[in-house]
């Protein structure tokens, strides 16, 4: 038995970041509803892209959508991205009142110069749009479990960050009601759903 495991521990980790992305989206690929898993965002202020003190606290009264990503990501990332960025633009579009959160799970490389640049060349609303970190590894992989109930796992050899793909909608009270793929492609259910939401509970 004890051999079975090993043999599967090996296997994911030669599969790549693969593995810990599907665990971050298998049991929602159709279901929004997050609120039965009765995550709430603990407390936290962070570092945004211009260098300043940003947490929950300026979030507060605040709807927000947050994900996790980071810059120098080669596979999902590059999609989740431009998807986050479609629906800051659709939303705003639609007159939303909403404020978008990113994570970084590599903090060490991504500095708040480095996020302004990353968040400035894809185009981003930065007024609305935060892009966080001020936080060392370990702190933001106990924040991901604790706050999404999501791992945040570092490759051993350095080559890769595990992380969810998933884009998470936080009400006012710090709750996360809804979970969305972050790598699909047809996006306007999503907006849909996040303007039912939140006009439903205004």
């Given at each position: 038995?004890?051999?079975?495991?090993?043999v599967l521990l090996g296997v994911l980790l030669l599969s790549g970041c693969g593995w810990i992305y599907e665990l971050g989206g298998s049991e929602l690929n159709d279901e929004y509803d997050y609120a039965k898993y009765d995550a709430h965002i603990p407390s936290?202020?962070?570092?945004?892209?211009?260098?300043?003190?940003?947490?929950?606290?300026?979030?507060?009264?605040?709807?927000?959508?947050?994900?996790?990503?980071?810059?120098?990501?080669?596979?999902?990332?590059?999609?989740?991205?431009?998807?986050?960025?479609?629906?800051?633009?659709?939303?705003?579009?639609?007159?939303?009142?909403?404020?978008?959160?990113?994570?970084?799970?590599?903090?060490?490389?991504?500095?708040?110069?480095?996020?302004?640049?990353?968040?400035?060349?894809?185009?981003?609303?930065?007024?609305?749009?935060?892009?966080?970190?001020?936080?060392?590894?370990?702190?933001?992989?106990?924040?991901?479990?604790?706050?999404?109930?999501?791992?945040?796992?570092?490759?051993?050899?350095?080559?890769?960050?595990?992380?969810?793909?998933?884009?998470?909608?936080?009400?006012?009270?710090?709750?996360?009601?809804?979970?969305?793929?972050?790598?699909?492609?047809?996006?306007?259910?999503?907006?849909?759903?996040?303007?039912?939401?939140?006009?439903?509970?205004?």
């Open positions: 038995m004890k051999h079975a495991w090993i936290f202020t962070f570092t945004n892209q211009e260098g300043e003190s940003f947490g929950s606290e300026d979030l507060a009264d605040n709807y927000y959508l947050a994900n996790m990503v980071f810059t120098f990501c080669t596979t999902v990332c590059p999609v989740m991205t431009p998807n986050m960025l479609h629906l800051q633009k659709a939303l705003e579009e639609e007159g939303v009142d909403i404020q978008f959160v990113t994570f970084t799970v590599d903090p060490e490389r991504d500095t708040p110069e480095h996020l302004k640049n990353y968040g400035t060349n894809v185009g981003a609303n930065l007024e609305t749009w935060h892009f966080l970190s001020g936080y060392d590894q370990k702190e933001i992989m106990e924040f991901s479990v604790e706050g999404f109930k999501q791992p945040v796992q570092p490759y051993p050899d350095g080559s890769d960050i595990g992380h969810s793909t998933r884009f998470f909608l936080i009400n006012k009270e710090g709750q996360v009601i809804r979970s969305y793929n972050g790598m699909q492609p047809q996006q306007e259910p999503i907006i849909e759903d996040i303007i039912k939401v939140i006009e439903q509970e205004l």
